[in-house]
């Protein structure tokens, strides 16, 4: 079964990103690796948008009933069964998924494993192997980004910035709070606090002992999400 999961897997995911990102690397001029994978982020990012977006306005509206949903929390707080489906029924009447987030995280995972295996595996001769016939065989790949850092070795400067770029991703994720006069934060306030400080410092932890590739990834794909949650949760209607 195992197997059989790592060959869908390797074909449906690896094989594709690889390809791409050799296929880039063979065309960009003095093939700058770093180049290639800014490209391939960009491509990927493109490709999950339609998602990345609905999971976005559903985040828009959700900030825009806190002042309900705290209403609700207030009123059936003794009463979980019913708290829980008040909550829904909110949900429901405004069409909303609250958890697309989540599915545009699920999404984004097994893309961000193949690349993990593209960065650390790619860069050795005998996976060219898995090239498609159409794509030109380089011989060998330089992981070289504008000649200066070695994107095959961790960097620590591409997981700070990463890092960085997730504490402003997540601090624009969560919904404004309001405080009723007489009252406290709740639970859910003090977990979103810790979120806007926890993800980035997870970031980073994670980054400084993987090739700056993918740090690389993850900085061109924050960029582009800030970018994203800019135009769509700050908009006006």
């Known amino acids: 079964m195992f197997e059989f999961i790592a060959s869908i897997f390797n074909i449906v995911l690896y094989r594709p990103l690889f390809n791409a990102l050799v296929l880039l690397y063979n065309y960009i001029p003095g093939h700058d690796f770093g180049i ?39 009123k059936f707080k003794d009463d979980k069964e019913k708290l829980a489906k008040e909550t829904m029924e909110l949900y429901r009447a405004e069409k909303i998924n609250p958890f ?19 960065f650390w595996q790619g860069l050795k001769p005998a996976e ?20 200066i850092i070695d994107l095959s070795k961790p960097n620590i400067a591409f997981a700070i910035l990463a890092g960085v770029l997730q504490f402003f991703q997540t601090k624009m994720m969560l919904p404004a709070i309001s405080k009723s006069k007489g009252s406290g934060p709740d639970f859910s306030q003090v977990m979103q606090k810790q979120m806007v400080y926890f993800f980035p410092i997870l970031t980073i ?12 990834y993850w900085t061109v ?17």
């Open 36 to 74: 290639a994978v800014i490209l391939l982020t960009v491509i990927i990012r493109i490709a999950l948008y339609p998602v990345a977006a609905k999971a976005l306005n559903s985040q828009k509206v959700l900030q825009k009933l806190q002042p309900k949903l705290q209403e609700i929390q207030k």
């Open 100 to 118: 697309s987030g989540l599915f545009l995280a699920l999404v984004q995972l097994p893309i961000l494993i193949a690349l993990y295996m593209v």
């Open 128 to 147: 060219l192997a898995n090239l498609y016939s159409f794509v030109l065989n380089p011989g060998a790949i330089n992981a070289n980004f504008l000649g």
């Open 205 to 216: 932890i994670i980054l400084l002992g993987l090739p700056s590739a993918i740090g690389l």
């Open 221 to 237: 794909s924050g960029i582009f999400s800030i970018a994203q949650q800019y135009f769509i949760l700050k908009k006006k209607d």
